[in-house]
């Protein structure tokens, strides 16, 4: 089955500067890339997600870059701010007999620090 | 966005109890949910896929007679623990595929139980 594993499982940055986060994944036949955030106590929040058929997406300050040779995807926050600080889960889908199911990675804990 | 809502967001009951956990699609249609549980510090563990209309599909390991998945309608999908053990306290979470957008995945938020 698919395998995800995320680095670094936790990340401290200073107010204003870039987090990056990056997953590789191990099936090739994996064509959905999700980005989820997840605040303290509650249910993981969908930030942004890319497509096997895009090398990357961006939406003001979050980004997502796909490379399907090296089956690896990147999440990149630019000018963080405090509120970005929460865990921060990638995962990846296939579309098999096992249906749809996506597999996620370990988790980054994002810090900002103001 | 799709608003995926879960219901009760905690819960406590007695240790051999049975405690039922709503999921709901309030804007959307979701022939598919899935139910995950997830312990502190820890990434998200798929427990079943709840098809509606049909028995649900469980991950290796994970008790369906423990976990009770029921899946009624389009927009509703139930978990209920049976026979609750403070070792089944955690926090569930649920997701629901929306069809018409491209079946992206869209989540709850979050039901904690805590079993006494």
């Known amino acids: 089955g698919e395998n995800v594993e995320q680095h670094p499982s936790t990340l401290s940055v200073q107010e204003g500067d870039s987090a990056v986060i990056k997953c590789t994944y191990s099936d090739s036949a994996s064509n959905y890339f999700p980005w989820y955030k997840q605040e303290l106590g509650k249910g993981p929040q969908l930030i942004i997600d890319?497509?096997?058929?895009?090398g990357e997406k961006k939406d003001q300050r979050i980004a997502v870059t796909l490379n399907k040779t090296a089956k690896h995807f990147s999440l990149h926050i630019t000018e963080t701010q405090p509120e970005d600080s929460a865990v921060y889960f990638c995962?990846?889908?296939?579309?098999?007999?096992?249906?749809?199911?996506?597999?996620f990675g370990g988790g980054t804990r994002v810090l900002v620090k103001p | 966005g799709a608003v995926v809502s879960q219901h009760p967001s905690w819960v406590i009951c007695k240790s051999g109890t049975s405690v039922k956990i709503e999921c709901r699609s309030l804007?959307?249609?979701?022939?598919?949910m899935f139910w995950y549980r997830q312990f502190p510090k820890q990434s998200l563990m798929l427990m079943a896929t709840?098809?509606?209309?049909?028995?649900?599909?469980?991950e290796q390991g994970v008790e369906k007679d423990k976990f009770l998945i029921n899946h009624a309608s389009l927009t509703l999908s139930t978990l209920t623990v049976t026979s609750a053990h403070p070792e089944d306290s955690s926090f569930y979470i649920c997701s629901a595929r929306r069809l018409l957008s491209g079946n992206t995945i869209y989540f709850g938020e979050g039901s904690w139980l805590t079993v006494v």
């Open positions: 995962a990846a889908r296939t579309f098999g007999a096992a249906g749809n199911k996506l597999t």
């Open positions: 890319i497509r096997s058929n895009v």
């Open positions: 804007d959307f249609q979701a022939t598919t």
């Open positions: 709840s098809n509606e209309g049909s028995k649900a599909t469980y």
